[in-house]
Nanobody
Framework: QVQLEESGGGLVQAGGSPRLSCAAS????????MGWFRQAPGKEREFVAA????????YYVGSVKGRFTISRDNAENTITLQMNSLKPEDTAVYHC?????????????????????WGQGTQVTVSS
């Protein structure tokens, strides 16, 4: 059973640069696509960023491009989300997700239904 645990959230001032981490346990995820999603109060879960198993391909929602960077360390079985120039609208619970083994098309990286394992989430609150 795969377990994902996020860390690094908290209260941040606008313009801040927190770093979220997601540690996987249960089995190694070196062959799994992984991603970050977020959910603000009263809103649907939104794709933020994703990364291919090898780390060579990354995907971002337009609102975070140029500000957020997703990366992975397959040796440590972790992924991170470096968040820069935070804005109040980035306030949300951020969830780490991992897809099961198998081929994933590019368009599938942004779909929550493409992922089989989810972390509980970490709250990021951006104050203006």
């Amino acid at each position: 059973q795969v377990q994902l645990e996020e860390s690094g959230g908290g209260l941040v001032q606008a313009g801040g640069s927190p770093r979220l981490s997601c540690a996987a346990s249960g089995r190694t995820l070196t062959r799994n696509a992984m991603g970050w999603f977020r959910q603000a109060p009263g809103k649907e879960r939104e794709f933020v960023a994703a990364i291919s198993p090898s780390g060579t391909s990354t995907y971002y929602v337009g609102s975070v491009k140029g500000r957020f960077t997703i990366s992975r360390d397959n040796a440590e079985n972790t992924i991170t989300l470096q968040m820069n120039s935070l804005k109040p609208e980035d306030t949300a619970v951020y969830h780490c997700a991992a897809r099961g083994l198998g081929y994933i098309a590019s368009y599938e990286y942004t779909q929550p239904t493409s992922y089989h394992y989810w972390g509980q989430g970490t709250q990021v609150t951006v104050s203006s």
